[in-house]
């Protein structure tokens, strides 16, 4: 009986395009056979693709965290940030101030630029 039922999922699977693979899933692939090499030895475009970037060339300037800390340093990626539409920052939050406040504060700069909009025109 367990080999008629497996006879018939094999023929199911083949009707629908399906081989039994001969052992190569368990070979290892390489997506970009052509690339080698370490982390190290990468690099980075500029945003506009422009000018390509060494990881070298910045390795061991920069670190991720220092001391002082200071009031204006972003203290955790949670930060929310209101930027305007000329690119500039207009409002900051903590990163445990509750988004129901985010949004009112939101909500208001919105009517306010609204109110300054109709009293430009």
Partial sequence: MARLLRASCLFSLLLAGLVPSLGQEKSKTDCHAGVSGTIYEYGALTLNGEEY??????????????????IHDIRWNFEKFLVGPDGKPIMRWYHRTPVSNVKMDILAYMREQAALGVRGK
Wanted: aromatic share 28%; hydrophobic share 45%.
């Fill in 53 to 70: 970037i060494p990881f070298k060339q910045y390795a061991g300037k920069y670190v991720l965290f220092w001391e002082p800390m200071k």
